[in-house]
């Protein structure tokens, strides 16, 4: 009966994260197919930008592990809620950038916005640490991914105004 409890218990906690987590990514999907043409196309691009089709797949692998990241951190002993606040908190930044620059089609702001989500990642890399190695581990990709978005939004907006 308990582990029939439990297992419910940590299925439903899983469900509630990915929820939340991918959430962030059918909103941010949304905006993006709906208002990002013809406006990203007409922009000028470094080579450094990867294919568009290359998005989606890391996307999708980054939201995976996001979710297992938060997960495995909330079965964890020794959880702050504070942490779980600032997760959710992440994600409505990383929400927040793709209807910044794809929707309002803002660069600098969303350069902006880029940046408090790496900052705030690094705030829940450095929670997770002391508390869930695997979680840790979990969100090194995505901090990589998302300060290489730093560079390349970087790039958009130095060659928009060159």
């Known amino acids: 009966m308990y582990n029939t ?13 990915f929820t939340v987590t991918y959430s962030a990514s059918f909103i941010g999907g949304l905006i993006t197919i709906n208002l990002k043409e013809p ?10 930008n990867p294919p568009d ?3 989606a797949p890391v996307w999708t692998t980054l939201y995976l592990m996001m979710t297992l990241a938060i997960w495995f951190f909330w079965h964890s002993n020794n959880i702050y809620m504070s942490t779980i606040y600032i997760y959710f908190f992440h994600i409505v930044f990383n929400t927040t950038w793709s209807i910044v620059f794809f929707g309002l089609h803002q660069i600098l702001l969303a350069l902006f916005v880029l940046l408090i989500l790496i900052f705030l990642i690094i705030v829940l890399i450095l929670r997770f ?11 090194i990709l995505y901090l990589l991914w998302s300060t290489y978005a730093l560079f390349l939004n970087f790039n958009l907006l130095l060659l928009y105004y060159l």
Do not use: A, I
């Open 129 to 139: 640490k002391r508390v869930n190695l695997f979680s840790y581990y979990l969100m």
């Open 39 to 48: 406006w990203y196309s007409e922009l000028v691009k470094s080579n450094f």
């Open 5 to 17: 409890y439990m297992l419910k218990k940590k299925f439903l906690s899983f469900v509630l994260f």
């Open 53 to 55: 089709w290359v998005f």
